[in-house]
């Protein structure tokens, strides 16, 4: 059975840090890209930052573009988001997500476009 558990969500005040994991299993994602969304109530679901297999291309949103920082430990089998100047609008649910097709990272990825999902882990940024 594969799974993606994320971990590392929490509650932090404006500028601080967190680190999220993702945490997989059940299969080797080292040739696959992966990915970091994230959803706000009442918001769709939207792309924060991609890594690919090939290269280790990585893609991130605007808005968190200098701020957030993806990478893998293929062998063991995890990806990580370190946060940095955390803000307000960063409030959300985030998402590790894992895609079988997409090789190389090089635009804004669609939800759609990934095959496994984490369960999601909160961060909370105060003001």
């Known amino acids: 059975q594969v799974q993606l558990v994320e971990s590392g969500g929490g509650l932090v005040q404006a500028g601080g840090s967190l680190r999220l994991s993702c945490a997989a299993s059940g299969r080797t994602f080292s040739s696959d890209a992966m990915g970091w969304f994230r959803q706000a109530p009442g918001k769709e679901r939207e792309f924060v930052v991609g890594i690919g297999w090939i290269g280790g291309s990585t893609y991130y949103a605007d808005s968190v573009k200098g701020r957030f920082t993806i990478s893998r430990d293929n062998a063991k089998n995890t990806l990580y988001l370190q946060m940095n100047s955390l803000k307000p609008e960063d409030t959300a649910v985030y998402y590790c997500?894992?895609?079988?097709?997409?090789?190389?990272?090089?635009?804004?990825?669609?939800?759609?476009?990934?095959?496994?999902w984490g369960q999601g882990t909160q961060v909370t940024v105060s003001s």
């Open positions: 997500a894992a895609s079988t097709t997409i090789k190389v990272v090089t635009t804004t990825q669609s939800p759609f476009e990934y095959d496994y």
